[in-house]
């Protein structure tokens, strides 16, 4: 079933695009009356846009968020027929592709709203999308700047938003007291734009409950299988398995040292994997066993897991390789030329993260170009 590319490749990902579907149904029912659109930035959150986009899109997603035009514009042959958000919005000088692609502008400033009416009284209507800045201190008009624009008397009529929307700076925390501070500046908002539909959460927001959907919800990460919400249990479907090739086994006797800084002591004899993974492939460098100031905060790097057990990485991460302890399995039962998942089904992406003080979000992007990728509709 396999193409011999991905059964003889030195790391491989395997996307379940089944789980990718399943993932954005859940959310767009746990998003009740609100429809769920999808967000595809960063070529789908490091996936494969090629890929997430019709897969989404056949699940029932009609709208979709991307960073940028040119992303927007890659992504247009592949929906054509679906709303296309672009966050960072115009620009002097890529208006064209906003016009020539049908993508919808995020207006984030007064510049850029300034900028899009003088781009419509040149070539006519275009939808847009009103961002208001309700805390996170990013993007967006501020609150006072939109209810003051909702009711200016002066307002062109051709400046009709066909969304308002704002970001949540803690969407991942429920217990955090921005987030009903942010609601409350939204329904502001969302009151001053009466009749245009208002959108605020991302995938945490989704999970704080219904006053949190209004009209649209924008869930990433929890489509792709991530954890949206700290300190509970994930309820996603993983997306992406990521395995590595056992290159070596080798016997470093106790007392041994490995890896650089020989950052790996070893205190009984032990079997170490040398496996076909390193920083290149975004497995990176602050996951490592021993050896990195990480470790001095954090007690443990990252696990990977080979025939049925967790197996602890050990001394650095390098470029190309990384060092496995595999002492603990039985030593007929691991061999070269074996796989081990670095994340997936059995090691959550979130879990990897942590060891490498960071979020799932950032494995995933940071995906790098040299694995065998596969996609499968199901285990
Ligand atoms: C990236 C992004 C999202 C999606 O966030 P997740 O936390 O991945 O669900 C939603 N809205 C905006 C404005 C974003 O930039």
Request: with cysteine; hydrophobic share 45%.
């Amino acid at each position: 079933m396999h193409s011999p590319e991905f059964l003889a490749a030195s790391n491989r990902l395997t996307i379940d695009l089944t789980a990718l579907a399943d993932n954005w149904r859940a959310m767009n029912e746990r998003s009740g009356k609100a429809r769920a659109a999808a967000v595809l930035k960063a070529d789908a959150y490091g996936i494969g846009v090629a890929h997430a986009a019709p897969t989404l899109y056949a699940a029932g997603a009609r709208d979709f968020f991307v960073a940028d035009a040119e992303e927007g514009a890659e992504l247009r042959p592949l929906l054509p027929d679906a709303r296309i958000y672009i966050l960072a919005g115009m620009w002097p000088g890529n208006e064209e592709l906003f016009f020539a692609n049908d993508l919808v502008p995020i207006i984030n400033s007064e510049e850029q709203l300034a900028g899009f009416m003088a781009a419509l009284s040149e070539r006519g209507d275009h939808p847009c999308v009103l961002h208001v800045d309700t805390g996170m201190n990013r993007l967006g008009l501020s609150v006072e700047e939109a209810v003051a624009l909702a009711h200016d008397p002066a307002r062109p009529a051709s400046f009709s938003p066909v969304l308002v929307m704002s970001h949540l700076a803690c969407g991942d925390d429920p217990k955090h007291p921005m987030n009903l501070y942010q609601l409350q500046r939204f329904r502001e908002v969302a009151a001053a734009f009466e009749g245009v539909p208002a959108s605020l959460a991302n995938s945490g927001g989704v999970f704080l409950g219904g006053d949190y959907h209004f009209d649209l919800t924008r869930p990433g990460i929890a489509v792709y299988g991530g954890e949206a919400v700290n300190d509970a249990v994930n309820p996603m479907k993983p997306v992406v398995t990521a395995e590595a090739r056992i290159l070596q086994l080798r016997t470093v006797p106790s007392g041994g040292t490995a890896s650089y800084g020989a950052s790996a002591r070893f205190t009984r004899d032990s079997r170490i994997a040398t496996v076909a993974i390193g920083y290149a492939d975004g497995y990176h460098r602050s996951v490592s066993g021993g050896g990195v100031t990480l470790r001095q905060a954090m007690p443990s790097g990252a696990f990977g897991f080979l025939h049925g057990r967790k197996v602890p990485h050990v001394g650095r991460v390098t470029m190309d390789l990384s060092l496995f302890d595999v002492t603990d399995l039985p030593e007929r039962a691991v061999r070269a030329g074996d796989y081990i998942e670095l994340f997936g089904r059995n090691v959550a992406i979130d879990d990897v993260a942590r060891a490498g003080g960071t979020i799932g979000y950032e494995l995933l992007t940071s995906l790098g170009h040299r694995y065998c990728r596969t996609y499968v509709c199901g285990a």
